[in-house]
């Protein structure tokens, strides 16, 4: 039996795991971490309980194809319910919106809420709708480095089509054509921030985002996010893929211009294959520092990072939903001091996920569980311990005026996660969620390869990699990448 040895176990991770698995394969994965599941893991602490990472789920087809590969039933390992409200938004002066998972009914919340015309938010999802149908089959699910790609019936369709792709506008652009009212666009603009990015430099491609919540829907797992990683850690371990935990890879070992192992705790491991599911631009620096360098790739902007503070909060808020967002009133100055100053800005836009509306045992009876977060730039050595303690100061005051309470005197849990600690632990460069940024026109498409160019049998998945970075596209590697690899024969 051929072995493959899979670096980090992350969600794409053990996703590529589980591929490799069911292709035949003997599988190991190495951990530096004591758990698996890289930032889609949880935090517990005085009866509370937090996913700590990603809060949205998209696209559950991704996951449950992994059991269905595996012979499994998905209903009998991993549950999860369509959200009716993907979110609610919250400005200075007052008004509030239900952004609710039907498009129709959402267009009518709008109307009535802000006392706006309902056809732009139409529009917008329909053109959100064109881009996902044109795009997706070419550039979430393929391979770009094969030239079967670029002479696909997809791609010609896709050429076709070109000059409605948004690729020569920015997200912000677009969203103010289309929309025109201030609240609105700024409600569309902040799909930026998905894979990291700035709306007013971004390309309006990224306006597919928005299809996979209203169109397609936003899902909830019964037992949390965490449930993701666990779920699919637990098929990984039915099919006999053995997992290493403090564990952290030294170097990926080359033979004859192969990857032929790895070297753990000064033991080698051989293997036939290598899957790299550390971030990219950190295995460049460290397990493959010796190898050719893909210089223009590691010299690329990151992505913005993010601040969280983990809040057990002792009030039920009957405004505050799963998801919400309160807005910043002057979102430019906001992302202009993310990417241009390095800073955070005095006013941050400020998401709230809060797991217990749907999962009332994530917090104690009269109680919630706020994971409170606000994007910020990735980790350049700033005064971070000043930056920390003026942002959780301006927060809290937003949301005490905002929802007309003294929040800080309703804290009675709290964990904090900085650009520092997200790096620490997760190898993610500089502490950036999504690898490289995507504030230029085609750098969401020029992503590192999921096969190396440079070395035999190393193959990557991830964030950092293509197609891109969350929890969607991070399974989409996994089976990208593993489509480049043989099955074996049984």
């Known amino acids: 039996m051929k072995k493959a040895l899979v670096v980090g176990s992350g969600i794409a991770g053990i996703a590529a795991s589980i591929r490799l698995a069911v292709k035949g394969y003997e599988v190991e994965v190495f951990e530096a971490n004591a758990y698996p599941g890289g930032k889609l893991t949880a935090i517990e602490g005085k009866g509370y309980r937090f996913d700590a990472g990603p809060s949205l789920f998209t696209l559950p087809e991704q996951v449950e194809e992994l059991f269905l590969l595996a012979g499994k039933d998905p209903k009998e390992h991993f ?258 001091c993310i990417f241009k100053k390095g800073t955070i800005y005095k006013d941050p836009t400020v998401y709230i996920n809060c797991t217990a509306v749907s999962k009332p045992d994530d917090a104690p009876s009269g109680c919630m569980n706020w994971f409170t977060m606000i994007n910020v730039p990735n980790n350049q050595g700033q005064d971070w311990d000043q930056l920390i303690a003026q942002a959780r100061k301006d927060i809290l005051s937003k949301l005490s005026r905002l929802l007309h309470a003294d929040i800080e005197k309703l804290i009675e849990f709290e964990e904090v996660l900085d650009p520092r600690s997200i790096e620490f632990k997760t190898s993610s460069a500089q502490g950036a969620l999504y690898g490289n940024s995507s504030n230029t026109r085609f750098a969401a498409f020029l992503r590192h390869p999921n096969v190396s160019s440079q070395l035999k049998n190393l193959y990557f998945c991830g964030g950092s990699v293509h197609p891109g970075g969350g929890i969607p596209l991070a399974l989409l590697s996994a089976k990208i990448m593993s489509e480049e690899i043989p099955e074996l024969k049984k």
């Open 79 to 336: 549950e999860y319910s369509r959200l009716e409200v993907v979110c609610h938004y919250f400005w200075e002066d007052g008004k509030r919106v239900k952004a609710w998972a039907d498009p129709e009914r959402f267009a009518t919340e709008v109307a009535t809420q802000l006392g706006l015309s309902d056809q732009g938010i139409r529009e917008v999802l329909q053109r959100s709708a064109f881009i996902y149908e044109h795009l997706a089959p070419l550039f979430m699910h393929r391979s770009l480095r094969k030239v079967g790609t670029w002479l696909s019936s997809q791609a010609l369709k896709a050429y076709l089509n070109l000059g409605r792709l948004g690729l020569f506008s920015t997200m912000h652009a677009s969203n103010t054509k289309l929309l025109k009212d201030p609240k609105l666009v700024q409600l569309f603009n902040r799909y930026a921030t998905y894979n990291g990015s700035d709306p007013y430099q971004t390309p309006a491609t990224l306006t597919i985002i928005p299809h996979l919540e209203f169109n397609m829907g936003a899902y909830f797992p019964k037992r949390g996010m965490h449930d993701i990683s666990m779920s699919l850690y637990r098929l990984a371990l039915s099919l006999g893929v053995r997992y290493h935990f403090n564990a952290p890879v030294e170097e990926v070992l080359v033979e004859k211009g192969r990857a032929c192992g790895l070297r753990v705790k000064g033991e080698n491991v051989s293997a036939d294959l290598v899957v790299n599911n550390m971030d990219m631009v950190n295995a460049y620096k460290t397990i493959l520092k010796k190898q050719v360098q893909p210089k223009k790739l590691l010299e690329q902007p990151k992505s913005s990072s993010a601040l969280i503070f983990y809040w057990g909060i002792t009030q039920v808020f009957e405004e505050i939903d799963m998801h919400n967002i309160f807005f910043s009133e002057d979102y430019k100055k906001e992302f202009e």
